[in-house]
């Protein structure tokens, strides 16, 4: 598989997680069987605690905030084409765990901008390792054809 098909398989990938993560709570509202299925679905991968989410029609997300920005960062990161870079990927990494370890040991409670923002600049480069881009880093947009090498 070329890198523009499985960048635009990532992309229709996270575009897909995305919309069901905004349609549990709606479907929630409308008493929806789904619903449960589309929170259960997400609950290995996210604790889903209601104050650590975001709410809609009265129900929260399907997942918290930070694994909110991870997915928006994912798709983002594939329709942008980030390529890979270590330096950057670890950076984000770093961020994304002290946030979480100072939460966990207690030592602050981060504001949910900074749950969103830390998940989403990990989201937009943990995407560039499963679309294969590598790199020093930089762009190529989804809709940019590649020149082929021969």
């Given amino acids: 598989m070329s890198r523009q ?7 229709i990938v996270a ?6 993560i905004f349609a549990a709570p709606l479907l929630a509202a409308a008493s929806s069987p789904v619903a449960v299925a589309i ?23 399907a997942v918290c905030m ?10 983002a990161g594939s329709l942008l084409g980030l390529r ?3 330096r950057l990927l670890l950076l984000s990494l770093g961020l ?38 590598q790199g020093g880093g930089g762009f190529r947009t989804l809709w940019v054809r590649e020149e082929v090498k021969p």
């Fill in 39 to 61: 929170y259960a679905a997400f609950s290995w991968a996210c604790h889903q605690r209601p104050e650590r989410c975001w709410h809609l029609a009265g129900y929260p997300l």
């Fill in 66 to 75: 930070r694994c909110l920005g991870i997915y928006a960062g994912a798709l």
């Fill in 96 to 133: 994304l765990g002290t946030e979480w370890v100072a939460e966990v040991l207690g030592w602050v409670s981060p504001p949910a901008m900074t749950r969103v923002v830390f998940g989403f600049l990990a989201g937009c480069l943990l995407v560039s390792v499963l679309a294969g881009e």
């Fill in 84 to 86: 890979f870079s270590r």
């Fill in 5 to 11: 098909h499985m960048r635009l398989t990532v992309s």
């Fill in 15 to 20: 575009f897909v997680l995305l919309a069901a």
